[in-house]
C-alpha cells in the first residue's frame, strides 16, 4: 500500500468513528430568522426560531408553533408567544421606555427572552392574509423545514397563535388534530363555520385566552368557542382578563407561561375514541382513522370507539368510505379477527393492521374503495378557491390577434386578477407573487407546476381552446353581460377558467359571516363552489353548484345553463 492510500485509509477512518456533530448544522442558540423555499411562487419564505441554549442535536425537542396577528410579523410573533410585547410601553417587563413602543420598533431587536427547553417557530405566512391556502401550506413548509434541520419529537407538537393567528390556530389544529399534543389560542378572531369541526377536538387540550372588553365578534367568539368545546374537547382552560381589550397576549404568555402549560401533553396516536369531520379530500386523517370517500362540500363524519379489545363501534354521516389504520392500537390484538359495528351493522374481518370499509347500495361491507380515474380526490376536487390555494400563473388570451387596445385591457384583467393586495395600509400588503403570462408564454413546466387561471373564451384563449373538447362548458364568444368561472382538473392540476365578465365583477352583496383580510375577489372564490354561470352580476347567477364527484355538472343544472341561450355544457 502506498503513501497515499495509507493517508486515505486513515482519515476514512476517523471519519466513522468522529462523532456525528461534525456533520450537523451548526447554529447560534436563541432567537433567529430562516427561510424555506416556496413552491408556490419560487419565492424564499421567512420565519422566525427559537433554539434552546445548549441545543444537544442528540435530544429530540418538543416545538411549538406560533401565529402572528393582523398587520404583524414572525420576528413580532416569536416575541409575543414569550411573554413580550409592546402595550403601554411595557416590552419584556421593561417600564424605561416614555412611548408605547410601535410593532415597528418591536420588531427591530430581539431581547429578553427566557430560556426554555423547546424549538419554537414563527411562519411570516405573507402576511395579513389569514392562515387558509397558501399561508396555511406556509405553515406546512415552515414545519417540514424545521425537522429537515433540528430534531423534533412529534408527539410533543404545540400550536397556538393571537387574533388572526387565533383564528389559524383553530382551523390548523381542528383539520389535523393528529398532528398536535395541545392548543393554545389567544384573543381568536371566531372560526367560520366552527360547528363543522369541534368535534374534532375529542383529544386536543385547549387553552382560550380573552379579555372582557375585547372586539364583540371576538368576544363573543371566543365564548361561544369554550361552550362548545366544554362538550366536545378533552381538555378546555379558559382565562377571562376582566377590564382588557383585544391586547393581552403579554399576559396570558408572561414568564413563559404557555410552555409550562405545554409540557403536561404528549400526543396519543391511538386514542380510544376518534371523531372527525371533513368536508374536502385535503383534510382525511384523523389517528387511526382515515376517510376515504366524501362529497366534497358536505360535512362528512365518523366516530369510532374501542369498545373492547379488537370490537369497535362507529357511526357515519354522509360518509363513502373510511379505512381503519390499528396497528400499534393497545387494544388491537392482530391474532383476532376485528369486529366492527357500522351505523348498526356488524362486520368481522381478519386483518393485519388496516381494515377498510365502503358503503355500497347503502349498505356497509369489508371492501376498499379505489376512486375512478375521472372521480373527485385530493388534489382534483376543487373549489374554485383551490386554484389560487398553491402555485398558480395568470394567463390572458391571444388567439384571435387582438389589436393594441384590446390585448392591454386582458392583459390589465390579469393583472388585477393576480394582484392581491389592497389600498391602504400595511395591514393590505400581501406578499403572495403569482405570475402572469400571455396564453403564448406558458411553458412545459408552467403544466408541470402550476394551476392555470385561464380568462378567455376557446376563439381567444389557445389554452382554452387546446383543452375544448375536455372542459365541462363554454360560454359564447358574443356574450357580453355575463360571466362563466368554474375549476376543473388537468394533467395533475387545476385549471380555472373565467370566461365573459371576471368573478368579482361589482356589486357584489357582502358574504355573510367571518372576517377576511382578502380582497374581495379573492374573498368571493373562497365562497364559491365549483362552477357559476351569471348576468350582469355574480349575485344575479343562473347556474352555480358543485361538480358531482365524477366531475360533471348535474342534471339540474345542465337544463339551466343550455336554457340560457348563452352557454353549453359539453356532454
Known amino acids: 500500500m502506498n503513501q497515499r492510500s495509507i493517508l486515505f485509509s486513515i482519515l476514512t477512518s476517523l471519519i466513522l468513528i468522529l462523532p456525528s456533530s461534525i456533520y450537523a448544522q451548526q447554529m447560534k442558540s436563541g432567537p433567529q430568522d430562516l427561510v424555506f423555499f416556496s413552491n408556490v411562487d419560487e419565492t424564499d419564505q421567512p420565519y422566525s426560531i427559537y433554539i434552546p441554549k445548549d441545543y444537544d442535536e442528540n435530544k429530540a425537542y418538543p416545538l411549538v408553533v406560533f401565529l402572528h396577528g393582523a398587520a404583524s410579523n414572525n420576528r413580532l410573533g416569536l416575541q409575543r408567544v414569550f411573554g413580550g410585547g409592546n402595550d403601554q410601553g411595557l416590552f419584556f417587563n421593561r417600564t424605561d421606555l416614555p412611548y408605547v413602543e410601535s410593532d415597528l420598533e418591536a420588531t427591530r431587536t430581539y431581547e429578553g427572552f427566557v430560556d426554555v427547553d423547546y424549538i419554537v417557530a414563527c411562519s411570516f405566512a405573507r402576511g395579513t392574509v389569514g392562515y387558509k391556502g397558501i399561508p396555511e401550506q406556509d405553515v406546512m413548509d415552515m414545519i417540514e423545514d424545521v425537522k429537515s434541520r433540528f430534531n423534533v419529537d412529534e408527539d410533543r407538537f404545540y400550536i397556538a397563535g393571537l387574533s388572526m393567528g387565533g383564528n389559524g390556530t383553530q382551523w390548523i389544529s381542528l383539520t389535523r388534530p393528529d398532528m398536535w399534543a395541545a392548543v393554545a389560542p389567544c384573543c381568536p378572531l371566531p372560526l ?107 360535512v362528512a363524519s365518523i366516530d369510532a370507539k374501542f369498545t373492547a379489545e379488537n370490537t369497535i363501534d362507529i357511526s357515519t354521516k354522509d360518509l363513502g368510505a373510511f379505512t381503519l389504520n390499528l396497528d400499534g392500537h393497545s387494544q388491537f390484538n392482530i391474532d383476532d379477527r376485528l369486529q366492527v359495528n357500522i351505523d348498526g351493522t356488524s362486520i368481522k374481518v381478519k386483518t393485519d393492521g388496516s381494515a377498510s370499509f ?24 376543487g373549489p374554485l378557491a383551490a386554484a389560487v390555494a398553491a402555485n398558480h400563473v395568470y394567463v390572458y388570451g391571444t388567439l384571435d390577434n387582438p389589436n393594441a387596445e384590446e390585448l392591454a385591457a386582458r392583459r390589465a384583467q390579469a393583472y388585477e386578477a393576480a394582484n392581491w393586495s389592497t389600498a391602504g395600509d400595511l395591514t393590505s400588503r400581501i406578499m403572495i407573487f403569482p405570475r402572469v403570462l ?39 364568444k358574443d356574450a357580453e353581460d355575463y360571466g362563466l368561472v368554474y375549476v376543473f382538473p ?5 385549471v380555472l377558467v373565467n370566461s365573459g365578465l371576471p368573478w368579482w365583477t361589482e356589486p357584489v352583496s357582502p358574504f355573510p359571516s367571518g372576517i377576511t383580510f382578502l380582497p374581495p375577489k379573492i374573498t368571493m372564490l373562497d365562497h364559491y363552489q365549483d ?14 353548484g358543485y361538480f358531482t364527484n365524477e366531475w360533471e355538472i348535474p342534471e339540474s343544472e345542465i337544463a339551466k345553463i343550455n336554457s340560457s341561450g348563452v352557454a353549453e355544457v359539453n356532454n
Not at 379579555?211 to 378546555?236: C, E, P, W
Not at 362552477?531 to 352555480?544: E, G
Open 490 to 494: 388537468m394533467n395533475d392540476h387545476y
Open 192 to 298: 367560520e363555520s366552527i360547528e363543522d369541526y369541534e368535534d374534532n377536538a375529542c383529544n386536543l387540550p385547549f387553552h382560550l385566552f380573552i379579555g372582557d372588553q375585547d372586539m364583540s365578534i371576538t368576544y363573543n367568539g371566543t365564548k361561544d368557542l369554550y361552550q362548545r368545546l366544554q362538550r366536545t374537547a378533552k381538555l378546555v382552560n379558559f382565562v377571562e382578563y376582566p377590564g382588557k381589550e383585544h391586547n393581552i397576549w403579554n399576559m396570558a404568555f408572561q414568564d413563559g407561561f404557555i410552555f409550562d402549560w405545554f409540557s403536561q401533553f404528549v400526543r396519543d396516536l391511538f386514542p380510544e375514541q376518534v371523531k372527525y369531520n371533513t368536508k374536502n379530500y385535503k383534510y382525511t386523517k384523523a389517528y387511526w382513522v382515515n376517510i376515504d370517500e366524501l362529497t366534497p362540500g358536505t
Open 358 to 381: 365502503m358503503k355500497e347500495n347503502g349498505k356497509w361491507k369489508s371492501g376498499k374503495y379505489v376512486p375512478g380515474n375521472h372521480s373527485k380526490r385530493a388534489g382534483a376536487e
Open 438 to 476: 400571455a396564453d403564448t408564454d406558458v411553458r412545459e413546466s408552467d403544466y408541470e407546476a402550476s394551476n392555470l387561471v385561464l380568462f378567455g373564451t376557446s376563439e381567444t384563449n389557445s389554452i382554452i381552446n387546446k383543452y375544448a373538447d375536455e372542459l365541462p362548458v363554454h360560454l359564447d
Open 531 to 544: 362552477f357559476l354561470l351569471f348576468r350582469d352580476t355574480p349575485d344575479n347567477s343562473i347556474s352555480k
